[in-house]
C-alpha cells in the first residue's frame, strides 16, 4: 500500500476545520490516504446532499485539471506528475461530493462525509481494515 503525506488524520480534519496551527496541525509522520473527495458545485436536486464513488479516470481527471502550478512542470516533470495521480487515484477511493443549494443542508452533508470516513478509517486516522482500496 502507498504512503502519501497527510495533512492530518480523517476524521480531526472535519472537526478542527481549520490547519492554522490554532486548532489542527499538519501530521509529523507519514500515514496512508484513505479517500480523496472532490467538492462539485451545489445541486437543486432532492438527492442533494450526496457522495457519489467516482471512477480512476474521473478522478484522474480531477486531479489533473487541480493540480497546482503545473504550466511550469516541463515535459519530464509533467510525465512524473501524471504517474504519481495515477497512482494515487488507483490506490484510494475516490469520490464526489454534491452539496445541496440549500443551506438548512449543511448539516446533514457534514454527516454523511463524517459517516464516509468512519467507514474508511480508523479511529487514529489509518485506512480500515476491509475498507476499499481501489477505486472500482
Not at 432532492?46 to 515535459?75: C, G, K
Not at 474508511?120 to 476491509?130: I, Q, S, V
Amino acid at each position: 500500500m502507498h504512503s502519501f503525506p497527510r495533512l492530518t488524520h480523517c476524521r480531526s480534519l472535519f472537526r478542527a476545520g481549520t490547519l492554522d496551527g490554532s486548532r489542527a496541525h499538519f501530521a509529523s509522520i507519514r500515514s496512508p490516504l484513505a479517500a480523496i473527495f472532490f467538492l462539485a458545485g451545489r445541486s437543486a436536486e432532492d438527492s442533494a446532499p450526496r457522495i457519489e464513488a467516482i471512477s480512476q479516470p474521473d478522478a484522474l481527471l480531477q486531479l489533473v485539471q487541480n493540480t497546482y502550478m503545473n504550466w511550469v512542470l516541463d515535459r519530464q516533470q509533467r510525465a512524473e506528475e501524471f504517474g504519481s495521480l495515477t497512482s494515487i487515484v488507483s490506490a484510494v477511493e475516490c469520490f464526489r461530493i454534491i452539496p445541496s443549494a440549500a443551506p438548512a443542508r449543511l448539516a446533514e452533508l457534514v454527516e454523511l462525509i463524517e459517516s464516509r470516513v468512519s467507514r474508511l478509517c480508523t479511529p487514529d486516522g489509518h485506512r480500515a481494515l476491509g475498507a476499499p482500496s481501489s477505486n472500482v
